[in-house]
């Protein structure tokens, strides 16, 4: 019988797959490694690349990862991979961009203030309707 | 005849409304399932990545990253996940009852509190109380994507690192069930979740890291954070299209009250009118 190890691919967002291989193959920072079953614990980063996992001599399944961890322990791997490129300027970027959204959010007072104050008003009139009605019922 | 005629179109009009609302009840059904699924496949990364911080976090007890270092608490940073759309329900503002609760007892102790907002409706109810929001995302829609609050959370989380706050919560709606959702409050930073575990102490393995760990603990750090905030933002989603179900069935079943009341008050219009002819003519035939 050959040697099979646990694989788990998974993202912050969903599972990517789930199941068993003979072998793992990963782009990680220093080179691309490839894991059989019984490797020592290992950790380290993993670049952009592809992730190949040999099912069998017949079946290697492919996957793309925008960079991410491994995790291998003797009889299991586990991928934390990043959905999307991340670095350092995107982050920072986007970092601005919710910043500028806030700032605006709070110059921007008309429209929203004004909702604010028309829904409360609402929520007046309709319970001095209520009341109203409630005196009517009572009076009728 | 003449009779009720607003009474009539009124009753139209609330039919035309149960519809629309019905509609809205049967889209969130559907919706919630979809969400909800999404809330589940979220789990295992976070989990998978407090696991390997705490391993990481007891083999290497020298180094003490700033995530893990509790500081005295001068000014916290919160972040609030509220929905982008309303007919929800209470949903949204038992968020905001929570968060205020919890401001106020930060003001009373002397702390100062930076907020970042996720959804529409933060965005707006804390622009209107005045309060410190220092980031902002909005329309993110039902499949958020992570790049969407990473920026927001870049910010908090510099602001973390430069000793502006020291302290990091999240807040959103929980998924208890479909009935049921609740507003739960999750600290964030310093990271408590990794504190060391005594049980793992008799164990001697350790992993072998490339290129180093502590640079792996820092990048792990940042990605758990971002993963419970981000898990937090689906659940809220789920819990969204939950309660507006349930809110929009509620809405149908009151629209179907108000109906049959209203038919009664026009049968009722009806049957006057009718009697009162009835009487005016056998009035005028006896007259004769």
């Given at each position: ?8 691919i998974?993202?912050?967002e969903?599972?990517i ?9 990963a ?6 490694v ?12 993993l ?7 040999k ?29 999307a490129?991340?670095s ?12 500028a959204r ?13 909702y ?25 | 005849?003449a ?5 009539r ?8 409304t149960q519809?629309?609302?019905?509609a ?21 990364y976070s ?9 990481l976090a ?14 005295d ?29 919890h ?18 409706k ?12 220092v ?7 039902d499949s ?8 927001l ?12 706050i ?25 990271v408590i979740?990794?504190?060391i575990?005594?049980t ?31 898990q ?33 008050i ?7 009118a009718?009697?009162q ?11 004769v």
């Open positions: 019988m050959t040697m099979i190890v646990h694989v788990d998974v993202s912050a969903e599972e797959y789930s199941g068993r291989a003979e072998m793992v193959f782009p990680a920072e220093m080179g691309e490839g894991i059989t079953p019984r490797h020592a614990p290992l950790i380290t980063k670049k952009p690349g592809e992730v190949r996992v099912i069998d001599n017949n079946e290697t399944l492919h996957f793309y990862i925008s960079g991410g961890l491994l995790e291998v322990q003797p009889h299991m791997v586990i991928i934390l991979a990043d959905t490129i991340r350092k300027d995107i982050d920072e970027a986007a970092a601005l961009q919710a910043k806030a700032e605006e959010a709070l110059q921007d007072k008309s429209g929203k203030l004004d604010a104050q028309a829904q409360a008003q609402l929520a007046q009139a309709v319970m001095q309707l209520k009341a109203l009605d409630k005196l009517r019922k009572r009076g009728g | 005849m009779v009720g005629k607003e009474i179109t009124k009753i139209a009009s609330i039919k035309n519809k629309i609302t019905r809205m009840e049967k889209i969130a059904a559907s919706r919630m399932r979809k969400t909800k699924d999404r809330m589940q496949a979220t789990r295992p989990k998978k990545i407090a696991r390997i911080i705490k391993h007891h083999a290497n007890p020298e180094y003490k990253h700033s995530f893990l270092i509790k500081r608490v001068k000014r916290v940073g919160i972040i609030v996940v509220s929905s982008d759309k309303g007919l929800c329900g209470g949903l949204n503002s038992n968020v905001f009852r929570k968060t205020l609760t401001l106020l007892q930060w003001e009373k102790d002397g702390i100062d509190v930076d907020i970042a907002t996720i959804g529409s933060a965005a707006g109810f804390f622009s209107n109380l005045k309060a410190n929001v980031a902002n995302s909005v329309k993110l829609g958020p994507h992570i790049q969407d609050i990473v920026g959370i870049r910010i908090m989380l510099d602001s973390y690192n430069a000793g502006h020291d302290e990091l919560y999240v807040i959103n709606n929980e998924f208890v069930n479909t009935m049921t959702q609740k507003p739960i409050i999750q600290q964030l930073l310093p979740a990794c504190e575990d005594t793992l102490s008799g164990r001697h393995w350790d992993y072998i890291y490339e290129p180093d760990a502590k640079d792996i603990l820092d990048h792990l750090l940042i990605r758990y954070v971002e993963s419970i905030v981000y937090g933002l689906v659940e809220n989603n789920a819990c969204e299209q939950a309660a507006r179900m349930v809110a929009m069935k509620s809405a149908s079943d009151n629209a179907g009250n108000l109906i049959s009341e209203l038919q009664l026009y049968n009722k219009a009806r049957q006057a009718i009697t002819e009835i009487s005016e003519i056998v009035a005028g035939a006896a007259a």
